[in-house]
T-cell receptor
Framework: DSGVTQTPKHLITATGQRVTLRCSPR?????VYWYQQSLDQGLQFLIQ???????AKGNILERFSAQQFPDLHSELNLSSLELGDSALYFC???????????????FGEGSRLTVL | SQQGEEDPQALSIQEGENATMNCSYK?????LQWYRQNSGRGLVHLIL?????REKHSGRLRVTLDTSKKSSSLLITASRAADTASYFC????????????FGKGITLSVRP
């Protein structure tokens, strides 16, 4: 058990809909990362938050947004869903400050999103 | 784009044999990390090697890093069926503002 909790574990929805994925980091970790894993693209970095502030942005679509709340939990919002958004979405946390070094990440079990 | 490229893409060995997996990357790094993922589960950190280190050990794992060749290798000795999983290298690129970039992974099958 990594200590990172993600909900829901599975989600099935239709195209055009909006979903919210939730992540609670390990106790004491200030950094939260979101990754998308699909068969064709592999593990893609989406976005990172540190203590409530956005610190790094990756290949995150404009239809996607995220935030980190004062209690350090984070939410990833996916809207206007398309078939291609079907993937496993991982949250990870770490104690590391943003840059210059990224330390060990602790991953949750993921949220599997299926868009029909 | 993927920073780390693992090789081979798939590896099948007999229990008790050693498994060697390689990773190449393109730009300078602060550190390189290896992770393991069981099917459909979250990734688990195995080992981190800094850019000024050449070799590191952890139990049955041995990682090497050659920054001149921009490559790393992960050796699992005396493999077990329970080592069956996907293995990913991840690079912390210099100046990349604190994010890990993962390769596409290597699928390791250890036959009992």
């Amino acid at each position: 058990d990594s200590g990172v909790t993600q909900t829901p574990k599975h989600l099935i929805t239709a195209t055009g809909q909006r979903v919210t994925l939730r992540c609670s980091p390990r106790s004491g970790d200030l950094s939260v990362y979101w990754y998308q894993q699909s068969l064709d693209q592999g593990l893609q970095f989406l976005i990172q938050y540190y203590n409530g502030e956005e610190r790094a942005k990756g290949n995150i679509l404009e239809r996607f947004s995220a935030q980190q709340f004062p209690d350090l939990h984070s939410e990833l919002n996916l809207s206007s869903l398309e078939l291609g958004d079907s993937a496993l979405y991982f949250c990870a946390s770490s104690v590391s400050l943003a840059g210059p070094n990224t330390g060990e990440l602790f991953f949750g079990e993921g949220s599997r999103l299926t868009v029909l | 784009s993927q920073q780390g490229e693992e090789d081979p893409q798939a590896l099948s060995i007999q229990e008790g044999e050693n498994a060697t997996m390689n990773c190449s990357y393109k730009t300078s790094i602060n550190n390189l990390q290896w992770y393991r993922q069981n099917s459909g589960r979250g990734l688990v950190h195995l080992i981190l090697i800094r850019s000024n280190e050449r070799e590191k050990h952890s139990g049955r794992l041995r990682v090497t890093l050659d920054t001149s060749k921009k490559s790393s290798s992960l050796l699992i000795t005396a493999s077990r069926a329970a080592d069956t999983a996907s293995y990913f290298c991840a690079t912390d690129r210099t100046g990349a503002n604190s994010k890990l970039t993962f390769g596409k992974g290597i699928t390791l099958s250890v036959r009992p």
